[in-house]
Structures are given as C-alpha cells and as structure tokens.
C-alpha cells in the first residue's frame, strides 16, 4: 500500500509547506475520528482538477467502522454530485442528505475541506455507521458537538493546532482515556466518566460538572519543586494546545488540552487526560530492576577481576615456565569475561556491542606480547550488537585464537594481528589473521593437545558453528575462520539488531 507522502509526490503539485500541514492534519486525525465516532478518508487533487486521490485513512477507536476495506490508493473522477468535490470546489463542509448502504451498513457521509492559508489543498471524507442508531446518551452527544466544531475548525484551518512537541508524547491520551470539555472561561461544561475516574486518583471527592478546571486541579496537584515552562493552570486554561503530566503523589495523569475556535474566537476547550498510574509505577519497577541486573555484572565484573588478578600474583611467585603460562593463560580467560560483564554493567539491555569487547580484547594480548615483542594488533569490520549470551563464549573464543596467534603463530616475536569480523545471511563470520611463521607441516586440528583450542572447539560447537585453521592465503602466517549463526535450531536469537 502506498503512503501518503508517496502518492502526494506522485499525483500533486503541493508545496512543502501544504505538504507539512498535511501531516499534520494525519497526525491529529485520530481525535476527529474518535469524537465522530467515523471513519475517515483524507482525499488530495491530481494535477488532472478531475481526479482526486485517497491519501491517507483512519478508524475510529470509539465505534465500529463504516468502512471494512482500505482505499489508500484508490482514486475517484470528478462529479458536481459528488461529496469530495463539492467540497474541493466550494471550500464549504457537504453532507449527505440520507445514509447511504455500504457493503449492507447504512452509513452517513460528509467532506470536510482541509483549508491551509487561502486555498483547500485536501479533503477529509467522514464516514459514520448508522446501524443501531439510538438516542445518543449525553457522553455521545457531548463527543458529537466538539467532532462538529473541530471540523469547522479544520475547514477554516485552524485544526491542527501546532506547537503541541506530540513527539514527545507517543502515549498521550486519547478520547476514550477521559474526556472533559471546558467553556471559555474554564469551567467544565462536561466531563467523562472516565475522567472522572482520573480525577479521583489525584484524590477528587466531589464531581467535575461546573467546577473550575484550572483552579481545581492546581489544587490537587502540589507545584513542583523546581522550574517549570508553564504553570498548571495556565496549561489547563484551554488558551493554547499543550500537553503535560499532573503528578499528585503516587497518581500520575497525562493531560492534553486543545482549543476550539469559532471565527476566530476561543468557544472553549477539550481536556484530555489519561491514567497512567500503573504504567508509571512498573517503568520505576523496570528501572529498579535494570539498575541492580547492572550492579550485579558490575560486581561480578569486580570478583573476575580480582580471580585474575590472584592468578597472575601466583604466576609471579611459580619458577616452573609451565606452570607461570598455564595461570598467565587462565588469567586472560578470567579477564576477557570480565570484559563482557563490564560492558553490560553499563548498558541498560542485556545485549553487547562487542565491537568495544573486541578492541579491549586485542589492547590485552597486546600488552601480554609487549614483553617478547611488539604486535600491532587491530579489528577490521564491526560484530555489531550481540546478546549476553553469546557474547561470553565469543569472548573467550576470539581471546583464545589471538593468544594462540602471538605465542604459536608469531611465536612472541613482533608481528601483525588482525581480526575481521563481517555479518551476513544471518551468520557471524570472524577471521583471526596473523604474518607469523604458520603452521607446522604435521598439525592436525582433531588430534591438537592446545587447551586453547580444545576450548574454543567447545564453545564453538555449543555454538552450532564452524571453525577452520590453516595456512593464511593471502600472504605468510595463519588464519582461523570462525562461522557461526546468529540464531540457534533451538531458537535462541544471537544478535539483537540496531
């Protein structure tokens, strides 16, 4: 299905400013559909005057839809009957006279034109089901006579209102959450039940019908400690289109107000607000979590630290050369995990940018060859982000090959070390590449006595991977190939996307 911004680029001549207006009208839309309980169909001209295009469409979350199937794309001619354009061409609201049956629903109909400066650039078609029409109780009713003002106001185009920061806002309330329609003054003129509901969180006792909205809620909300943009009652004044949170206590409400003008003149307003109490108290409770998953691999980060640090004070105090490269060995293994757990210790997902891992990796066995050698050792390609689990062994396993690089390979002489990762068709491949003497005539991998490589066989085979040693081909020394999937037959995904 095409989108908006494409159909309008393909089939109209609007200006980017038209353009910005209306994505706009398309990003507020849903409080029109909701508060006329209708489907809408956002229609823009071609550059052939007689054809118009449906751009853009929504439902409403308020009440069953009038329309089942899409018609973004579909395009319509020219008619002097036809609601779309008479709306284009007299710049005036239209309406049915009657419902109309669509696929078998009794379904009302109105164009509303979308009016940007001097000229209507859109249309929006309004489509309301008519089946089991009743009486509309006094919350339909109140819902029904701010859809008509709103629509006055998109056709005189002074709806949307901008200024709002919406982005901000991805959970801000909606008709639904609570509903309260103030009059110029700020008085309530109606309020939902739902927004009662609201009310009575922040500790309301009595009801909202004719109290001062303003006044009120300042009331029950303390002022904040320290600065803010703009006071509570100013905001809830109807004066301009804001959004903001009321915070009394553990009762946290978002609120959202939007004006609603008549030639020119502010009649009032709506206030929306939802409860997002326990949507507040289990983002703390994630927080809280998160910071003490962070404080455990933050101590556990600590305690491997401290186990290679005793390994490597052992390793000083043993003559036997054995015995001193065995504990040396150990206490890389020690350190490279820890490595991990001090790069998820400061990050709030259990995922890894192993690229970071990689290079303190390589800075570690450069400064284990620093004694014997220089070896100018560096990655080439990024491993991109990859979970917790995998990026222990993988850890381990990249360690593990460029230590046997340095003391096999390069035999702890100078030398150049490189590692080059590279991720494709959801499979990890990593290269350890030396210049170093190569490999003996007779080595044989299966029948290796390296506890090195005896663990990276290991870890590699829990992995569901692969993993080829041989000669470098593309000059002198060695190079280890290690392929894995990101994502295991037993469905564990390895690599978190960016």
């Known amino acids: 299905m095409p989108t908006m911004s494409e159909i309008v680029a393909e089939h109209c001549m609007l200006s980017e400013e038209e353009q910005s207006w209306l994505k706009l009208v398309v990003s507020e839309w849903q409080l029109l559909a909701d508060l006329s309980f209708s489907d809408l169909v956002l229609w823009v001209q071609d550059t052939d005057p007689n054809v118009y295009w449906a751009a853009a469409q929504i439902r409403p979350t308020t009440g069953p839809t009038a329309l089942v199937d899409d018609v973004v794309g579909d395009l319509i001619a020219y008619s002097p009957e036809h609601l779309v354009s008479g709306a284009f061409v007299s710049g005036e609201i239209t309406r049915t006279s009657d419902g109309k049956l669509l696929a078998g629903i009794p379904v009302n109909v109105s164009a509303i034109p979308v009016r940007h400066g001097d000229r209507v650039i859109a249309v929006v078609e309004r489509h309301t089901s008519q089946l089991g029409v009743r009486m509309p109780s006094s919350l339909e009713q109140a819902y029904l006579e701010t859809a008509g003002e709103l629509s006055e106001m998109v056709a005189t185009g002074a709806f949307p209102l901008p200024g709002e920061y919406a982005e901000r806002y991805t959970l801000g ?40 909205l303003p006044t009120l809620t300042a009331e029950l909300v303390p002022a904040p400690d320290g600065p803010v943009d703009d006071s509570l009652q100013s905001i809830l004044s109807g004066r301009t289109a804001r959004r903001t949170e009321a915070v009394s206590g553990d009762a946290h409400l978002l609120i959202r107000t939007v004006p609603l003008i008549r030639r020119g003149k502010r009649t009032g307003a709506i206030v929306l607000c939802r409860d997002v109490t ?17 404080e455990i691999h933050h101590r556990v980060k600590n ?36 490595i991990v757990h001090e790069t998820l210790s400061q990050t709030f997902d259990e995922v890894v940018e192993f690229d970071r891992v990689a290079d303190q990796l390589l800075r570690m066995v450069g400064d284990v060859s620093a004694a014997s050698g220089a070896v100018s050792a560096c990655r080439v390609g990024s491993f991109g982000l990859v979970s917790a689990d995998l990026a222990t062994s993988l850890s381990m396993i990249v360690t593990e090959l460029c230590q046997n690089a340095v003391e096999h390979g390069l035999a702890n002489s100078s030398g150049e070390l490189r590692v080059l990762p590279a991720v494709a068709d959801g499979r990890l491949r990593v290269e350890v590449v030396d210049n170093g003497k190569g490999l003996p005539d007779d080595f044989s991998w299966p029948s290796t006595r390296s506890l090195g490589l005896s663990i990276v066989s290991t870890l590699v085979a829990e992995l569901e991977g692969t993993i080829e040693l041989g000669p470098n081909p593309a000059g002198p020394g060695t190079r280890a190939v290690l392929d894995i999937p990101l994502q295991r037959s037993r469905g564990r995904d390895l690599r978190v996307e960016r």
């Open 303 to 338: 305690n491997l630290q401290t186990v290679a640090a005793l390994l490597r004070m052992q390793a000083r105090r043993i003559e036997s050369p054995e015995a001193k490269t065995a504990l040396q060995d150990a206490m890389s293994r020690v350190a490279s995990i820890a």
């Open 278 to 294: 326990d949507l507040r108290n289990r983002e703390r409770e994630l927080v809280t979590k998160d910071a003490t998953i962070r």
């Open 173 to 212: 309330p909606r008709v639904g959450d609570g509903f309260i329609r103030i009059d110029a003054d700020g008085d309530v003129e109606y309020a939902s039940p739902n927004a009662l509901s609201a009310y009575r969180r922040l500790g309301l006792t009595a009801d909202l019908q004719g109290e001062h």
